[in-house]
C-alpha cells in the first residue's frame, strides 16, 4: 500500500510559479523506488489529463505538450517525495493537481495504482 498527500498548491497570478510535493508512504515489502510517479489534473468539466511522469530512478520524464518548458518534475528517493515545479503559469493550468504512483510512466491514468487525494491550483490572469 502507498499512500500519497500532496501539497504546495494554491492561487498565483499569471507567469507565476509554484512547486508542487508529493509525499509518499509506502506500506508494503516494495520501496518507493520501486514506483514509476505521475503528476495529473482535472480542471473543472473536464476529463482527467497527464500533466508529466518520471521513471523510479528519475532517469526518465515525460511532459504533455502543453507544459513542456514550463514544468519540471523530480524526485528525492531519499525522501519519498516527487515534485513538479511549474513556472509561467497560464489560467489553463488551473485544474486541481494529482500525484499517483504505479509500475511504469504511463499517460492513462488507469495504469496508476495509487492515488492523492489532489491539490487545487489555480492562475489568475
Known amino acids: 500500500q502507498v499512500q500519497l498527500v500532496e501539497s504546495g498548491g494554491g492561487l498565483v497570478q499569471a507567469g507565476g510559479s509554484l512547486r508542487l510535493s508529493c509525499a509518499a508512504s509506502?506500506?508494503?515489502?516494495?520501496?518507493?523506488?520501486?514506483?514509476?510517479m505521475g503528476w495529473f489534473r482535472q480542471a473543472p468539466g473536464k476529463e482527467r489529463e497527464f500533466v508529466s511522469g518520471?521513471?523510479?530512478?528519475?532517469?526518465?520524464?515525460h511532459y504533455t505538450d502543453s507544459v513542456k518548458g514550463r514544468f519540471t518534475i523530480s524526485r528525492d528517493n531519499a525522501k519519498n517525495t516527487v515534485y513538479l515545479q511549474m513556472n509561467s503559469l497560464k489560467p489553463e493550468d488551473t485544474a486541481v493537481y494529482y500525484c499517483?504512483?504505479?509500475?511504469?510512466?504511463?499517460?492513462?491514468?488507469?495504469?496508476?495504482?495509487?492515488w492523492g487525494r489532489g491539490t487545487q491550483v489555480t492562475v489568475s490572469s
Open positions: 499517483a504512483a504505479g509500475d511504469g510512466v504511463f499517460a492513462s491514468g488507469s495504469k496508476y495504482d495509487y
Open positions: 509506502v506500506r508494503s515489502g516494495h520501496t518507493f523506488t520501486h514506483y514509476a
Open positions: 518520471i521513471t523510479w530512478s528519475g532517469y526518465s520524464t
